[in-house]
């Protein structure tokens, strides 16, 4: 059998937590509504070009290095993370310069006063760095998927590194009014999204998948 097989769930965990969370999703529904104030439509947005091609090279370099890439139980499935953290003052910026690590800040901040009515006097901290802060490589013989979860911060933003066209499988999927959608990403391009939204990787075929995660 596959060596990754045989340390995590089968794949049709992803079926299985897809199907848990469509039975949750009345009440995440619920909350979010009641949080957001607004139209439920509107949980996610987007952002391209959030990083420049320079600095996703520079991220993907990072955790493509076999010394530097952990390999520790995820939380979500205590399957390998493949990840390397940036969690701490200035270590995305020491990077790919301050301009691009403020720049994702601000799209966090920016997202939290739309969708949840926060304002600049109200939520000084809000264009902060994050909680936690890593980046991710996926690939079908070490990091396959992740299934369908909640992040456990108030805000997530969650940059591709790469082309989606770069790779087959490997999709960003949010769980949006009961159905699962596609969420096709560009370089750089940026998720920003409610950590009440329930999302997944779907399995990956072919190629490397690299993603920056930001926790707020």
């Known amino acids: ?20 969370a469509q039975a949750a999703a009345e009440g995440t529904r619920t909350r979010w509504k009641h949080a957001a104030k607004g139209n439920l439509d509107h949980i996610e947005a987007r ?13 993907r370099r990072l955790v493509d290095d076999d010394a530097k890439r952990s390999v520790a139980a995820d939380s979500v499935d205590g399957a390998p993370d493949h990840q390397v953290d940036l969690s701490g003052s200035g270590a995305l910026a020491e990077l790919v310069g301050a301009e691009e690590a403020s720049r994702l800040w601000e799209l966090a901040a920016a997202f939290r006063r739309q969708c949840e009515g926060i304002c600049d006097d109200d939520d000084k901290d809000a264009a902060k760095e994050p ?41 960003l999927l949010a769980l949006v009014d009961g159905a699962a959608t596609e969420i096709l990403r560009s370089e750089g391009e940026a998720t920003v999204h409610s950590s009440r939204l329930c999302h997944a990787v779907s399995r990956m075929r072919e190629g490397t998948r690299h993603s920056l995660i930001a926790f707020f």
Do not use: M
């Not at 059998?1 to 848990?20: E, G, I, K, M, T």
């Not at 952002?47 to 991220?59: D, E, H, Q, T, V």
């Open 1 to 20: 059998p596959h060596p990754f097989n045989a340390q995590a769930r089968a794949y049709d965990q992803l079926v299985a937590s897809f199907r848990d």
């Open 47 to 59: 952002r391209k070009g959030a990083l420049s091609s320079f600095a996703c090279l520079a991220l």
């Open 131 to 171: 909680s936690e802060l890593f980046v991710r490589r996926y690939t079908p013989e070490s990091r396959p998927w992740i299934p369908f979860h909640c992040d456990r911060a108030r805000c997530t933003v969650n940059v591709s590194l790469g082309d989606d066209a770069a790779h087959v499988g490997g999709r």
